[in-house]
């Protein structure tokens, strides 16, 4: 049965009322008219204390008695076949319980350096990694490729002899496969659209008053999460696995782990108390996952499987490369009527290096044409990456947006605003950005600035997705004590949901999320969504929502007996219970609690469908960074010195972890922009930056001033209306930042990371 709802949707200052069904069971979804005492404020994390005196055990932490500890044996080189392994004095080895192989079959084809050969399991790390290197092997090597231009190039080595299927995970958006086709190193391109004819379109491009065509460049950067992927994997003698992961998917790990064993998925059990850090790479068991499942059961004990710093730089995930050839076409007045984009990246043994989704999904056009490759490499795969290719897509389009619009002579801004016409949320963020930012400051002509030290203002759109999945399931219980807690199998990786569980039930019972208990990140817990797409949060509060919403009915059945009432009769304020007829009598929440039958009032919700289509809200998470930097000439040194970020997603939930979010999102985009880049020995294949010490990330002193602005945008589509951040805030920082490098000195850099040699050498060729 469903009811009817009038609801409030839009932004508070332009709301309009709409009429909703919902099922009977759930309640009004929270609207722009809401009063809430802690959805949209800024709640700390209930987990703070925990985090900073060191009480929180993360997956490093776990420690078994009678644990072993287990590593890999890598390849260094990047390319060959192994046909033989001997395993046998590592396996003599005092304290080493189990040699395996990480194939079962031999010959072992090694792809790239650095993929696993072998794995001990022994009593200490140190004994473990003194087998290692009793280890030998039979081998050939291969010549190899390490750029995507020696890769497409005539008769270089494959690195495949086979068709390549794309594997995804819960931080990948949905891809086709129904065109796409494989020859040498390339497979591709996806062609969009389909049934697009790539003459008629560039006839149509030449057509266009005004043109630009350039190439930009975008490099691997590779995960870096301050805690490395890894298990604790206790393989019991009744063939039940108990895992602790370090991951993004506790149930994409139980599964991986079940189907590959051929257990029942009840046999396993994963839990993730404590994470530190995902970016999309940790989903599912991965190698290292099924490797100590299999050392564990060999040797009858817990088998600890952490990777090391150099480990999880080769081989457990990159965001790919791009080479993005962009042509702009425009009318004179600056209406985009063509974007074409040719992509071609590398996520070395792996896919998922297409880079469209900007180009697509941000501005007004009346013909696009894309074409994207993924060109395969002898280096490590590339995993899901926060907003997988839309940074890569972002840095070449909003370049080439601001190129085109200095073409025409344009405002940056300006340009932007007359080709999103149609997105008034768009439009909105532009005019609180500039006002915040002080936009009409800006060099208005670019490198102007007299002396060595120039500063400069930049400006990118970004662009996401409203993306859930259903099935999810929720259970809150309170107990005679007056004790709630809320229960799903969900892990926070960092973003703090496991705070927002708590809100969401202390504002529905009217208690305080200090009251609320959190008990999250288990299998046993309830089925509950992957960190990945920025669809956690979309995906578990309505579930979580309408599990209170049924407690409190409960409670408020049980109030109405005390008080000798029916239930329609019976008022609820913050937590007391009321009697309609005479307010003078109520009942607080543990009085009510106390008369509870049997042990426990225990209700679950699931997360449905939404209560409107897709066809009828706004399905993109939108987004604009303005960027402030100081450019020295002399050395090359570029220095952000302020952000300015506008975003919307939904109902703010807790405006203080998704503010964090943001900040985050910035500070992976400014070491993006200027610093992080894997670097492969062109002679070798080997990488030569896979620490923390020459793999260069953004420190605390490269962190600039960063403000941000949250637009509350009101759908209504759910109980809670809440959509994700943790994609859109790095997508555009880059672009940003590049377009404020130009602002600065006048000169376009077109590749990533934007160093000073770069820098140095740009402005060397403009005084030339």
């Known amino acids: 049965m469903n009811k009817k709802e009038k609801v409030s949707v839009g932004l508070p200052d332009n709301l309009r009322e709409i009429i909703i069904e919902i099922p009977e069971d759930e309640p009004k979804p929270w609207d722009g008219k809401s009063e809430l005492n802690y959805i949209g404020k800024r709640v700390k994390r209930i987990d703070g204390i925990d985090k900073t005196t060191g009480k929180a055990k993360y997956t490093f932490d776990v420690k078994i008695p009678g644990m072993l500890y287990a ?130 379109f560039d006839d149509y491009l030449r057509n266009c008053e005004v043109i630009h065509t350039a190439e930009y460049r975008t490099q691997v950067q590779t995960h870096s999460a301050m805690e490395t992927h890894g298990v604790v994997v206790e393989w019991g003698s009744d063939d039940k696995v108990k895992v602790w992961a370090s991951t993004q998917g506790t149930f994409s790990v139980r599964n991986d782990i079940a189907d590959y064993f051929k257990l029942k998925y009840n046999d396993v059990r994963v839990i993730t108390e404590f994470m530190g850090g995902g970016f999309g790479a940790k989903f599912g068991a991965g190698l290292y996952g099924i490797m100590a499942a299999k050392l564990s059961r060999a040797t009858g004990k817990p088998v600890r499987l952490m990777l090391d710093r150099k480990g999880e730089h080769l081989s457990v995930g990159n965001r790919p490369d791009s080479l993005q050839k962009l042509s702009i076409g425009t009318t004179k007045e600056g209406k985009i009527k063509a974007l074409k984009l040719i992509s071609l990246g590398t996520g070395g043994v792996g896919t998922g290096a297409g880079t469209s989704g900007p180009i697509k999904n941000i501005y007004d056009y009346e013909k696009i044409y894309v074409e994207e490759s993924d060109v395969f490499i002898n280096a490590g795969p590339a995993a899901a990456f926060r907003a997988p290719g839309h940074p890569q897509g972002a840095f070449a389009l909003e370049q080439a947006i601001d190129e085109m619009a200095h073409k025409l002579g344009i405002d940056p801004l300006e340009f932007r605003r007359i080709n999103t016409t149609g997105n008034y949320i768009r439009q909105t963020q532009y005019v609180l950005g500039a006002e915040k930012f002080g936009w009409d400051k800006r060099n208005q002509v670019p490198g102007s600035i007299k002396g060595p030290i120039k500063r400069g203002f930049g400006v990118a759109n970004s662009v996401w997705y409203y993306i859930y999945n259903k099935g999810f399931v929720a259970t809150v219980t309170i107990n005679r004590r007056g004790e709630v807690q809320v229960i799903n199998g969900v892990q926070d990786i960092g973003g703090g949901i496991g705070t927002v569980l708590a809100m969401i039930v202390a504002e529905e019972l009217g208690l305080e999320p200090d009251q609320i208990t959190v008990k999250i990140g288990d299998t046993d817990n309830g089925f509950g969504p992957a960190s990945g797409g920025s669809q956690t949060t979309a995906g578990i509060t309505p579930a979580v929502r309408n599990a209170a919403y049924k407690a409190k009915i409960r409670m408020i059945e049980l109030a109405a007996s005390i008080l000798g009432k029916t239930t329609d009769k019976v008022t609820m304020e913050g937590s007391r219970f009321s009697d309609g007829d005479d307010i003078s009598k109520s009942l607080s929440f543990q009085q009510v609690a106390a008369k509870i039958p049997g042990d426990e009032i225990r209700v679950t919700a699931e997360r449905r469908s939404d209560n409107l289509g897709r066809e009828e809200i706004k399905t993109t998470i939108d987004g604009v960074q303005f960027a402030d930097v100081t450019v020295d000439t002399g050395t090359g040194v570029v220095k952000v010195n302020r952000i300015v970020a506008v975003h919307d997603c939904g109902r703010p939930m807790d405006r203080l972890t998704l503010e964090s979010q943001i900040n985050g999102g910035i500070i992976q985009g400014i070491s993006y922009a200027l610093y992080e880049n894997r670097i492969l020995d062109r002679n070798t294949g080997i990488m030569v930056n896979p620490n923390l010490e020459m793999y260069k990330i953004a420190g605390a002193r490269d962190v600039p001033q960063i403000e941000t602005i949250i637009m509350d945008f009101n759908q209504a589509m759910n109980s809670t209306g809440a959509m994700g951040i943790g994609e859109p805030a790095t997508i555009p920082t880059s672009a940003a930042i590049a377009n404020a490098v130009f602002n600065a000195i006048g000169v376009r850099l077109r590749s990533l990371p934007i160093t000073p040699d770069k820098i140095l050498a740009a402005l060397e060729e403009q005084s030339k």
């Open 71 to 200: 590593k890999f044996l890598r390849s260094d080189f990047p390319a060959g076949t192994i046909s033989e392994i001997d395993l046998s004095k590592a396996q003599k080895l005092k304290g080493v319980y189990s040699v395996l192989p990480a194939q079962d079959d031999l010959p072992l084809i090694i792809r790239y350096a650095g993929q696993e050969i072998a794995a001990v399991a022994a009593e200490t790390a140190e004994i473990a990694e003194t087998a290692l290197q009793q280890i030998t092997f039979k081998h050939t090597t291969s010549d190899f490729v390490l750029s995507v231009e020696d890769a497409i190039r005539e008769n270089a080595p494959l690195v495949y002899q086979t068709t390549v299927k794309e594997k995804t995970t819960e931080g990948d958006l949905d891809s086709s496969e129904s065109s796409v086709v494989q020859e040498g190193n390339i497979r591709g391109p996806k062609i969009f659209p389909e049934d697009e004819n790539a003459e008629k």
